[in-house]
């Protein structure tokens, strides 16, 4: 959830630091804090605004920011509501640390109260404070509960630097996810970094060093990057190489990667908004996420991380999906597709439920596990129960490097590129042509498609990019629509087959970003009490494309249209039917039901974000939400 940069080095800190906040402003906004060691008096300063980023901005306006180190932080509130005593960083009690920390510390109260009867005295409400605390006093005590540090392996090994080493013992007593980074005001040169379940990345420069919670902040000034672990401690000092150290005392030799990102790609290029940037760069995304992925001669699908697991996914039982939010409706569009093509039975689960209902998951089940960011925390919860259970566990992810990649045999990236926009887009239409490519392939290995459909299916999922980006051309024509129902108070959202989870999806999108309440439903689940809220005032949206179930979509349409309701249709081109019928329609190109989804989803976007603009919503960043959901 929360944004987390931090910099050591030569330069100034307090640019890098801004600058890298605000592309990570996405994960959480607020409020914004950052902390420097003052180059005149060593000493910690602290700035720290309820708000975003610009607040904090404007805030520090004229202040002193000289310092070669620093930390920054943009909250999403979990602990205590947002205001500058709750934002971060966080100082310890004598003021000599400082501490940013993302994720959720579970056993925080019982933490806080052992350090409050030693006399601490906290600020916050935040499980953050507790744990900056909590270093301070192993530092300065030793382990809480222990009275002899000689009786703790951990304490017993070569390190020097004792606050290195209390970091390392104090998360030993942490429950729950963290990424944090530390600094100390004696030792200007240097940063401590940890993480676990909450993703943390070290950028490495020419005597100096970047640490955020992605990529985004560091691209502009090296491509070399570490990602720690899970229970991993770094050390980074500006004239040596990061030194880590898991939290039981483990030396670990760091791994280098390069990144693949560009500056390009995490900026507007001209548009408005990320999310509008993100919308019309579908057509791009999906032909990336099909590169080198069908052979142009045979037409056979490659997919490099499915591989050396395909004979076991063709004898399973079943496949088990699990995803949250947007990821979720995409599993249920995959669910559609591998049962109809590939026949193998599909469940799709909320990540967040699936732990907690007990499962029974065998050793013959697949678990695949669909996340933009790689970083749910439901998710990846989940994915550890199916692992201890032994089932194969595989991953659709957007990020390189990110946890679910780590934490799962195989898997398939989906090369939608850095998406910026709270309100997924780009992440939605290349998680379901991936689902599509496994279902193709599944169907290949198991004979359940003929040649000549097959054929045909590879051929209308080449040619869908170049659909969507004629189905583009209609914004203009969108945004009239929009205008005549910004200011409605409820929408609701049907489709049938594999188009029910784009009303999901569509209804969704218009809650994130323009906070009108709308519903998704199945066509037919209408008449079973959502058409007692139709009325003159309720607009409905319906997706009536031809080859899904469609005179049963029209008579679903008549039943709307018989008590008032204002109809907004998606419909195939050439449609007259439902032109008849419909208020406004909206027209697709031609094509299979396979990949209707991919083109019917895109006028839902563009509507919700037209809709949005016109409330003067932040599409970007909408109110409460946060584009990478690292807490239970």
Known sequence: MCGIVAYVGNRRAFPILIKGLQRLEYRGYDSAGVGLINEDNNNIVTYKKAGKVDDLLNYIAKKN???????????????????????????????????????IIENYSSLKKALEEKGYVFKSDTDSEVLMYLIEDVYKNGLLGYTDENKDPKWNDDDDNTLYKAIRIALNEVIGAYAIVVMDQDNPNELYAARKGS?????????????ASDASPIIEYTDKVIYLEDNEVARINKSQKVEVKTISNERKLPYVQKLEQTLESIEKGGYDHFMLKEIFEQPKSIIDTLRGRINPKTNDIILGGLKDHESKIIKADRIIIIACGTSWHAGLIGEYLIEDLARINVEVEYASEFRYK??????????????????TADTLAALELAKEKGALTLGICNVVGSSITRATSGGTYTHAGPEIGVASTKAFTTQVTVLLLYALRLSQLRKTVDRENY???????????????????????????AKQFKNASNFLYLGRGVNFPIALEGALKLKE????????????????????????????????????????????????????????????????????????????????????????????????????????????????????VTVE
């Open 65 to 103: 920011t000289n310092s070669t180190i620093g930390i920054g932080h943009t909250r999403w509130a979990t602990h205590g509501p947002p205001n500058e005593e709750n934002s971060h960083p966080h100082s310890s009690s004598d003021g000599k640390y400082s501490l940013i920390h993302n994720g």
């Open 358 to 375: 007990n499962p029974i998951i065998n050793k013959k089940d697949i678990i695949i596990a669909i996340s933009q960011s790689g970083e």
């Open 199 to 211: 993703p943390l990345v070290i950028g490495i420069g020419n005597d100096e060093y970047f640490v």
């Open 513 to 628: 970003i323009s906070y009108i309440h709308a519903e998704g439903y199945p066509a037919a689940e209408m008449k079973h009490g959502p058409i007692a809220l139709i009325d003159e005032e309720m607009p409905i949206v319906v997706i009536a494309t031809r080859k899904n179930n469609y005179e049963k979509v029209v008579s679903n349409i008549q039943e709307v249209k018989a008590r008032g309701g204002k109809l907004i249709a998606i419909v195939t081109k050439g449609d007259t039917e439902v032109k008849s019928i419909a208020d406004y329609c909206i027209e697709i190109p031609k094509c299979f039901r396979e990949v209707a989804p991919l083109l019917t989803i895109i006028p839902l976007q563009l509507l919700s974000y037209h809709i949005a603009l016109m409330r003067n919503c932040n599409v970007d960043q909408p109110r409460n939400l946060a584009k990478s």
């Open 455 to 481: 054929d045909h299916l590879i051929k209308e999922l080449t040619l869908t990019p170049y659909r969507i980006k004629k189905l583009l051309e209609l914004n203009s024509e969108i945004e009239k629509i």
